[in-house]
């Protein structure tokens, strides 16, 4: 039975553990290493089933490889952050072991993601006879299967897309982000774009907004237009797709303080020189703001992630509606950690188990929808995703 190697103790990392441990059959042995090895115990001592625990920084090449040559995992989870997805792909070709990620790869002094540097791998994967899954999460993830499920089932060509991610949940803080704060603050910040008859059509942050009444009794929300690293691969791998859309909730709160931050510099990522120190403001006001992992026992309600697909079957125009609802309570009490890490962390673990099982083979660098959606879409259902579709 396989072994897998988990890096990153955050708050992904926490669900991604949890939920390996739940699947003895599929992860026999679990090793969880982080920068902080504490971090990776303090998991541990949350799980029944024991946990090996390590401490790696997966910066630096040669700690990496040490640590997987001495664990020789199957597969390595990357749970860290985007800026570390080179040099774990560059350590899993070194010492011959297959790769998932969940957020591709992002420049450290650049906020830009893209999945050209990771696509360059796809030789070097194939010629080692190894794969490497990205964007095992859930959005990117769990939408790109929905895509190519409703590509599967229910359409002959996709035409539109929108990808819409609402937050309807609330952690009682001012101001707090639900993952990593600086990803997040990164992300949300960066000019909009999508994609419309072959191009990229930006936009100014946040610019362009409309309401989406969401279903089961969320109701409607103000959602924002926002670029997402699904798009890139989607719009290369679904022939014909002429529009491609992905859009967010976001509190009025949220964004008021969002504003306030930019106006007044604190969300630079260039370091600023201040009483003989470097800080990048960024960096500091991740320091100041809550941990995203305790907002776990605070946050209530639900989120809803889907995707609203339009396209022809046989010759007829068609609309289509695939969406997850997720409770943040039902996830802290299954793995305690609020819904956003767990609506990650569960896709990861699936991926990992479709490529242990052989669900998911193949040489080279692999987005979610160039794969079978069948068997992945059914682990959903099976591992607390449950999903629902519906004809518009
Ligand atoms: P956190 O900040 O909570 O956790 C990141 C973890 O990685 C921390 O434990 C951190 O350790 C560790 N880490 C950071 N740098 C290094 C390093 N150099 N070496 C070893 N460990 C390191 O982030 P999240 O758990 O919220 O997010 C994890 C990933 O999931 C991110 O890449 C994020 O973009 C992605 N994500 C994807 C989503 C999707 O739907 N696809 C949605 C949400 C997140 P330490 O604490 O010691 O610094």
Redesign the pocket.
């Known amino acids: 039975m396989p072994d897998v190697l988990i890096?990153?103790?955050?708050?992904?990392?926490?669900v991604v553990t949890h939920k390996c441990a739940q699947v003895p059959e599929v992860f026999e042995r679990i090793v969880l290493?982080?920068?902080?090895e504490e971090?990776c115990r303090r998991i541990a001592g949350q799980i029944r089933r024991p946990i090996e625990t390590a401490r790696?920084?997966?910066?630096?090449l040669p700690e990496l490889v040490s640590l997987i040559e001495r664990v020789r995992p199957a597969l390595v989870i990357?749970?860290?952050?985007?800026?570390?997805?080179l040099?774990i792909m560059d350590a899993c070709l070194q010492t011959g072991v297959d790769y998932l990620?969940?957020?591709n790869y992002e420049p450290r002094e650049e906020a830009r993601f893209s999945y050209s540097w990771q696509w360059d791998y796809d030789q070097p994967f194939r010629n080692a006879g190894l794969m490497a899954l990205l964007?095992?999460?859930?959005?990117?993830?769990?939408?790109n299967v929905f895509v190519a499920y409703a590509l599967k089932h229910h359409f002959d060509t996709i035409e539109e897309l929108d990808i819409i991610d609402c937050n309807a949940g609330d952690h009682g803080q001012p101001f707090a982000t639900?993952?990593?704060?600086?990803?997040?603050i990164r992300?949300v910040t960066a000019r909009g774009r999508y994609f419309e008859n072959g191009a990229w059509v930006e936009t100014d942050p946040l610019a362009v907004s409309r309401e989406f009444d969401f279903p089961e009794g969320i109701g409607p929300r103000r959602i924002y237009l926002m670029y997402h690293?699904e798009l890139e691969s989607l719009t290369r791998h679904i022939a014909g797709i002429r529009r491609a859309r992905f859009w967010m909730t976001f509190s009025d709160s949220y964004l008021t303080h969002l504003e306030v931050l930019r106006n007044v510099g604190m969300t630079r990522i260039d370091p600023v020189h201040y009483q003989g120190v470097d800080i990048v403001p960024l960096q500091f006001l991740k320091a100041l703001l809550p941990?995203?992992?305790s907002l776990g026992p605070l946050t209530k309600g639900r989120t809803c992630i889907g995707c609203l697909v339009s396209g022809t079957r046989d010759g007829r125009p068609r609309r289509y509606y695939v969406y997850n609802i997720c409770d943040h309570e039902a996830a802290y009490r299954e793995v305690q950690s609020q819904a956003?890490?767990y609506?990650?962390?569960v896709?990861?673990m699936i991926g990992a188990k479709m490529m242990l099982t052989g669900a998911w083979r193949g040489n080279g660098v692999f987005n979610m929808e160039q794969l079978d959606p069948d068997p992945f879409m059914d682990a959903l259902n099976r591992h607390g995703l449950p999903w629902t579709e519906t004809f518009l």
């Open positions: 890096i990153g103790a955050g708050g992904v990392g926490q290493a982080s920068r902080t971090k790696v920084d997966a910066d630096k990357n749970v860290a952050l985007p800026y570390q997805d040099s990620d969940t957020a964007g095992s999460g859930f959005d990117p993830g769990v939408t639900n993952f990593n704060p600086e990803i997040n992300e690293e941990d995203p992992g956003i890490s609506t990650t962390g896709p990861a």
